[in-house]
């Protein structure tokens, strides 16, 4: 298992931006299939975005469809979650997941490392 860390979140206002990043100190990602969740305070973890370990298949909720872009940089050997045109309802603990390869793209059960989360707020 990784340790993943995930950092960049913090407050912002409705229609700003934020880029969330996930790393696993030390160690390349470029293998792992990547998850994004999130969880809304009083809601379950859902899937926000995922991406094959190669970087060319990606998928996104449909909550985050058009206002987000999942990205690798292999080099810095970090994961980044790019979102816009954020809305009050997009205010949750943000996620990063790891696994090799198995399971539906946003199957908790299938991914096997987990980060801390790092919280985003959006308020005007």
């Known amino acids: 298992q990784l340790q993943l860390v995930e950092s960049g979140g913090g407050l912002v206002q409705p229609g700003g931006s934020l880029r969330l990043s996930c790393e696993a100190p030390g160690l390349s990602l470029d293998s792992y299939i990547i998850g994004w969740f999130r969880q809304a305070p009083g809601k379950e973890r859902e899937g926000v975005s995922c991406q094959s370990a190669s970087g060319f298949i990606t998928n996104y909720a449909d909550s985050v469809q058009g206002r987000s872009t999942i990205s690798r940089d292999n080099a810095k050997k970090m994961v980044y979650l790019e979102l816009n045109s954020l809305k009050p309802e997009d205010t949750a603990v943000y996620y990063c997941?790891?696994?090799?390869?198995?399971?539906?793209?946003?199957?908790?059960?299938?991914?096997?490392?987990w980060g801390q989360g790092t919280q985003v707020s959006v308020s005007p």
């Open positions: 997941a790891a696994k090799y390869s198995g399971g539906s793209p946003y199957s908790e059960a299938s991914y096997a490392s």
